[in-house]
C-alpha cells in the first residue's frame, strides 16, 4: 500500500495568514493527488484533484501544488470557515489511501 | 444535484454483520462516468477507503477488508449497498457513501460528492 503521510498534525494560525500543508507519498504517484476538507460532525468536502485544479466552487484562495512524491495545499489568506481539517488522498492504485488529517485550528 | 444518503442499523453486534444502503438521487447510478465508492471513519480518526462498484457490478476492495466486504449495485433502484462480515469494535465508524468518477479513463478518480454518513456502533 502507499502511505501517505501529512505534516504538521496540527497547526495554529490566525485568520489572514498563509498556511502550507505538506504530504508525502512513499512512492511515486505522479499527480494522483488530491484534497479534502473536512468540518466536525461533517462529511469531507472535495477541494481539489490532480495535484493541483480546482474544485469548481472552491476559493481561490485554495491552491495544491506537487507531483511524484511531495505535495502541498496552500491557503493564501485564512478566512474563519477555513479551520478544518484537511486530508490528501492518493488515486494512483489501489487499495485507495488517504493521509492521517491535519487540523487546522485558531491561534 | 446529486445527492447520496447511507441508511442501515446504527448498531450491530460483534460477529454480525453490517448492512449499509446509499441511494442516489439526482442522477443515474448506471452512468459509465462512475464507480460509487464506501468511505469510513472511526471516531478522532482518519479515512479509509472500503471499496468501490461500478454499475455493471465490477468491484475494487481494499485488501484490508477484503475478505469480509461485499459492495453490491441494484441499478433499479439506484442504490448500493454494503455488508462487512464478522464486525468487530474495531468496524465502529462513520460510514460515508461517494461518487467515485473514472479519471482517463481509470479509478484514479476522487470522491465527491459524499452522503452525510451514518454512524455505526458495535456492541453487544
Redesign the interface.
Same mark, same amino acid.
Given at each position: =500500500?502507499i502511505q501517505m503521510t501529512q505534516s504538521p498534525s496540527s497547526l495554529s494560525a490566525s485568520v489572514g495568514d498563509r498556511v502550507t500543508i505538506t504530504c508525502r507519498a512513499s512512492q511515486s504517484i505522479s499527480s494522483?493527488l488530491?484534497w479534502?476538507q473536512q468540518k466536525p460532525g461533517?462529511?469531507?468536502? !472535495?477541494l481539489i484533484?490532480?495535484a493541483s485544479s480546482l /474544485?469548481t466552487g472552491v476559493p481561490s484562495r485554495f491552491s495544491g501544488s506537487g507531483s511524484g512524491t511531495d505535495f502541498t495545499l496552500t491557503i493564501s489568506s485564512l478566512q474563519p470557515e477555513d479551520f478544518a481539517s484537511y486530508?490528501c /488522498?492518493q488515486?494512483?492504485i489501489?487499495?485507495?489511501? !488517504?493521509?492521517?488529517?491535519t487540523r487546522l485550528e485558531t491561534k | 444535484q446529486l445527492q447520496l444518503q447511507e441508511s442501515g442499523p446504527g448498531l450491530v453486534k460483534p460477529s454480525e454483520t453490517l448492512s449499509l444502503t446509499c441511494t442516489v438521487s439526482g442522477g443515474s447510478i448506471s452512468s459509465s462516468a462512475y464507480y460509487w465508492g464506501w468511505i469510513r471513519q472511526p471516531p478522532g480518526r #482518519?479515512?479509509? %477507503?472500503i471499496g468501490s462498484i461500478y454499475y455493471s457490478g465490477s468491484t475494487?476492495y481494499?485488501?484490508?477488508l477484503e475478505s469480509r466486504v461485499t459492495i453490491s449495485v441494484d441499478t433499479s433502484k439506484n442504490q448500493f449497498s454494503l455488508k462487512l462480515s464478522s464486525v468487530t469494535a474495531a468496524d465502529t465508524a462513520v460510514y460515508?457513501c461517494a461518487r467515485h468518477p473514472l %479519471?482517463r479513463g481509470l479509478?484514479?478518480?476522487? !470522491? =465527491?460528492? %459524499?452522503?452525510? #454518513?451514518t454512524l455505526v456502533t458495535v456492541s453487544s
Open positions: =500500500d494522483y488530491n479534502y461533517k462529511a469531507p468536502k !472535495f484533484y490532480a /474544485q486530508y /488522498q488515486s494512483y489501489t487499495p485507495i489511501t !488517504f493521509g492521517q488529517g | #482518519g479515512l479509509e %477507503w475494487y481494499n485488501p484490508s460515508y %479519471w479509478l484514479r478518480g476522487w !470522491f =465527491d460528492p %459524499w452522503g452525510q #454518513g
